[in-house]
């Protein structure tokens, strides 16, 4: 295998606890992997070279939420919120429509279009789900359709579809809808939420997963305080996210668990609902990850980078935490922080997911706040910008 030598980096944040934040670094890839990383001085020789010139490297995003799956759009649901109207999970049926008429060949086309504009923009790493189909065959399709993300997650129950019983549909997600799309999918996540479906009936759903072998992750606490916290913690899920609302037990539960909370500013301003309080729950020692929740309804962006800038500019996190909440923090959320081939960090062993910026430093992600500052990146060791 080729290696290459990336050398001259100003500022190396490897987000692993024993090398820390580097100065006048270089890193060398060997295949998909991190094979050495240190002083640029000491760097091997490699087939290939590349000088960054004194520029910041870290790890590529980790976006560890979003439903790329669709078709359609809802702009004129966003313009209506811009003007007044509140935001309601029921928009979910819209893009629910559009996506069960539209052929295979049509969902690929736009999950690729999302993940190269993604990727194009530093995320190396990034999950997706179902629920834009709601039926066995169009979640089974969804799921496949899927696999060209890095994760993907079943959450056939992200909406009771219209005119159907919820307990009735529940019971069709944890027995026919779970056994079909289960052997194309690593998860299963639940819109537990006031308007989607209540505690019982996510936890029917969240059991049913779980006996199959599935990973649990939780849409919680988005529109109002609620159960999903909680259940999250109990259940043992991967990860909760939203915590838009969240009362002192809430955060007392996740810091004192192995669920990542994780965060979505950015649907966040897109809804005008409040930032959830990143500070409390750093302070109180959870995990956090943010995560961009690319969908055509309550967060149509797929820029980490602008949910980095938010976070430090209006949830008070500092630089660092929020670079590494949106690097390791999704890592985490996906249980891919460790071992062989691990995300989000740049250590030897790790994937080879590399993001340059155009900037002496990862502050510059928050002092610059809307500019592009991607220079190059490379996925798996194959530079793909």
């Known amino acids: 295998m080729a290696t290459t030598v990336i050398t001259g980096i100003g500022e190396l944040t490897t987000n692993d606890d024993a090398l820390g934040t580097l100065t006048d670094a270089a890193l060398v890839l060997d295949g998909d992997r991190i094979a050495w990383v240190g002083s640029a001085s000491d760097a091997p020789a490699a087939d290939e070279r590349v000088d960054v010139e004194g520029r910041a490297v870290l790890p590529g995003w980790v976006d560890s939420h979003s439903h790329l799956v669709f078709a359609g759009d809802r702009t004129a649901e966003f313009a209506a919120r811009m003007a007044g109207k509140p935001y309601q999970a029921g928009g979910i049926a819209v893009t629910v429509g559009a996506t069960r008429a539209a052929t295979d060949e049509e969902l690929a086309a736009n999950l690729r279009a999302h993940l190269d504009e993604a990727a194009a923009q530093g995320t190396t790493c990034m999950e997706t789900k179902t629920g834009y189909g709601l039926t066995v065959a169009d979640e089974l399709r969804s799921a496949k359709v899927a696999a060209a ?19 009735s549909y529940v019971d069709l997600v944890c027995g026919e809808m779970l056994d079909a799309v289960a052997p194309h999918v690593g998860w299963c996540d ?42 999250a913690v109990e259940l043992g899920a991967a990860s909760v996210d939203h915590c ?27 809804t005008r609902q409040p930032l959830p309080d990143a500070r409390a729950l750093l302070d109180a020692g959870a995990t956090v990850a943010l995560a961009a929740n690319c969908n055509p309804g309550s967060s149509y962006t797929s820029s980490m980078a602008f949910c980095v800038t938010t976070a430090v500019l209006q949830m008070r996190m500092t630089v660092e935490e929020a670079v590494r909440a949106a690097t390791l923090g999704g890592a985490k959320a996906l249980r891919r922080d460790s071992g062989e081939g691990a995300v989000g960090v740049l250590r030897e062993g790790a994937r080879a997911d590399v993001h340059v910026l155009e900037a002496p430093s990862t502050t510059w992600l928050a002092y610059r706040p809307g500019v592009p500052l991607t220079r190059a990146v490379w996925r798996k060791g194959e530079r793909i910008r």
């Open 149 to 167: 993300a890095d994760e993907v997650t079943f959450l056939g129950a992200h909406l009771v579809p219209p005119g159907e019983d919820a307990d």
């Open 190 to 231: 639940v819109f537990c939420e006031h308007g989607a479906f209540d505690a019982d009936q996510s936890r029917r759903v969240l059991e049913a997963a779980k006996a199959r072998g599935l990973g649990l992750r939780v849409h919680g606490n988005q529109l109002q305080q609620g159960p999903g916290v909680q259940l």
């Open 244 to 270: 838009t609302y969240l009362d002192e037990s809430d955060v007392d539960a996740l810091a004192g668990s192995d669920t990542v909370a994780t965060l979505l500013p950015a649907c966040d301003l897109s």
